[in-house]
C-alpha cells in the first residue's frame, strides 16, 4: 500500500489566522500599499483608496497602529495635522502585498472568466 504524505502542518495556525485576518483583508493591504511611497495625511489616504468610507479608512488605520504596522504623528500646528506612516514591521510587508498585487492584476481576467463560466461575475 502506498503512504499518503500530507501537507506540511503549519505550526501554529491560530496565529496564522489571527494575522491573515488582520492583514489580509483588502482595507489594510490597500493602506499598506498606498503608504509605501511615505508618510499620508487621512484625507490624501482616502482618496488613494477608492471606495473607502470614512469609518472602515478609521478603524482600518486604528488596527494597524494598534499591530505596529503603522504609526499615527498628530503635529500641534492649526489647523490641526496627523500623518500615517509605516513603520520597519510595516515596510517588511510591503514586497508581499506588492507581489501579491502583482499576482491579482495578472490573473484577474483569468479569474473572472472562470467565476462567469461557473455562473458568477
Known amino acids: 500500500m502506498a503512504k499518503v504524505t500530507r501537507p506540511p502542518r503549519i505550526r501554529d495556525g491560530g496565529a496564522v489566522r489571527e494575522v491573515l485576518d488582520r492583514i489580509g483583508d483588502k482595507w489594510s493591504m490597500l493602506v499598506v ?19 473607502i468610507s470614512q469609518r472602515m479608512l478609521t478603524l482600518t488605520l486604528k488596527h494597524l497602529v494598534e499591530d505596529g504596522l503603522i504609526v ?15 513603520t520597519e514591521l510595516g515596510r517588511s510587508l510591503v514586497p ?3 507581489a501579491l498585487a502583482d499576482w491579482a492584476m495578472a490573473n484577474h481576467e483569468q479569474i473572472n472568466a472562470n467565476r462567469r463560466s461557473h455562473g458568477r461575475g
Open 33 to 51: 500599499a498606498t503608504l509605501r511611497t511615505g508618510p499620508l495625511r487621512f484625507g490624501e489616504l482616502e482618496q488613494a483608496a477608492a471606495g
Open 96 to 98: 508581499l502585498v506588492m
Open 72 to 86: 499615527r504623528t498628530a503635529y500641534a500646528e492649526v489647523p490641526p495635522r496627523v500623518e500615517y506612516e509605516l
